[in-house]
Nanobody, 118 residues
């Protein structure tokens, strides 16, 4: 089982930047694609970005050009650089392994709160 610890969230004004980090334990990290997800109040959790073990990335349309996902396999850590933040980016952000069936994942970390003020 992968244990996950997200950090780096906070309160920022619109247009600002934050860098999220996720430290993962377990050898499963280096063998799996990883993803950043977010859940805004009253909304379902959504996939924001994913990165394969080889470094290929994908993003939801709403964050393309603003967010960058990266990973350091030696440190078992995945990052999310968020620039040009908007109030609609406000949510709790989580990391986890990525699979096309991610909605069935039952174990999540506590996440990190990102709040963007207008």
């Amino acid at each position: 089982q992968v244990q996950l610890a997200e950090s780096g969230g906070g309160l920022v004004q619109a247009g600002g930047s934050l860098r999220l980090s996720c430290a993962a334990s377990g050898s499963i990290f280096s063998r799996n694609a990883m993803g950043w997800y977010r859940q805004a109040p009253g909304k379902q959790r959504e996939l924001v970005a994913s990165i394969t073990t080889g470094g290929s990335t994908n993003y939801v349309d709403s964050v393309k050009g603003r967010f960058t996902i990266s990973r350091d396999n030696a440190k078992n850590t995945v990052y999310l650089q968020m620039n040009s933040l908007k109030p609609e980016d406000t949510a709790v952000y989580y990391c986890n392994i990525y699979t096309p069936f991610w909605r069935g994942i039952g174990s999540w970390g506590q996440g990190t709160q990102v709040t963007v003020s207008s």
